[in-house]
């Protein structure tokens, strides 16, 4: 079974810095997906970026890039400038390359960014 | 952009009642339809995943018999928790899943249920 291990519990930024939130995972599969969600205080989850296992090139999304290190199976979010919106909960997820039932995800235990002036 | 409803957002039953959570997807034909819970502070965990018009699949722990699951049609998926207890309050996602495309996952609102 696959498992994702977020190590930061709480994180702070000050607004227009940059801030880097950790995430490792552990599979035995070598093609999947992984994402980072957002859960503000709305508790709606909010798709941040995804990533594919095969894909050497590290996603990015305006202000929001990962590092993906697929031999140390590690999945890094950065924020770039960040803003007061960015405060929220961020979820590391895995997902199988497989359809049916084996697509679900897996979430990792979430980190909550506080974001100061 | 896909979007997925829950109805209702909040819900207040009686211990020993049963309670009906509704998730559609809006715009799209979801697949497969996903129900999490959530406890304050948190991960999503996984409740069970299903397939329209089969039955769902349960993930270990999770009572079939007590949260029941109907994907009944491709835009509507329903949780129903029966004989609620407190300890069954908490907030229910649900996700959906369209066939045309094989990642993505669009979550629904939530539905916080509190059971008194």
């Known amino acids: 079974a696959q498992t994702v291990t977020q190590s930061q519990p709480e994180m702070s930024v000050q ?12 599979t035995s599969e070598s093609d999947y997906y992984l994402f980072w969600y957002k859960q503000p205080p709305s508790r709606q989850m909010i798709l941040v970026i995804r990533q594919e296992a095969y894909k050497q090139q590290n996603a990015t999304e305006n202000r929001f890039s990962v590092n993906f290190q697929k031999a140390a199976k590690s999945f890094s979010l950065k924020i770039s400038d960040s803003q007061l919106g ?3 909960m961020y979820f590391c997820a895995y997902r199988s390359f497989e359809t049916g039932t084996a697509s679900k995800l897996t979430f990792g235990t979430g980190t909550r960014l506080q974001v100061t002036l | 952009g896909a979007v997925v409803s829950q109805h209702p957002s909040r819900v207040i039953c009686k211990s020993g009642t049963s309670v009906k959570i509704e998730c559609r997807s809006l715009d799209f034909q979801a697949t497969t339809m996903f129900w999490y819970r959530q406890f304050p502070k948190q991960s999503l965990m996984l409740m069970a995943t299903s397939n329209e018009g089969s039955k ?13 699951i109907n994907h009944a049609s ?15 309050s908490s ?6 899943r369209a066939g045309r495309t094989l990642y993505e996952q669009y979550f629904g609102p939530g539905t916080r249920l509190t059971v008194t």
């Open chain 1, 15 to 26: 607004e227009a810095e940059t801030v880097t939130l950790s995430c490792t995972y552990d």
């Open chain 1, 86 to 88: 960015d405060a929220a």
């Open chain 2, 56 to 68: 769902a699949t349960y993930e270990q722990g999770v009572e079939k018999d007590k949260f029941l």
């Open chain 2, 74 to 88: 491709l835009t509507l998926s329903t949780l129903t928790v029966t004989s609620a207890h407190p300890e069954d």
């Open chain 2, 91 to 96: 907030f229910y996602i649900c996700s959906a």
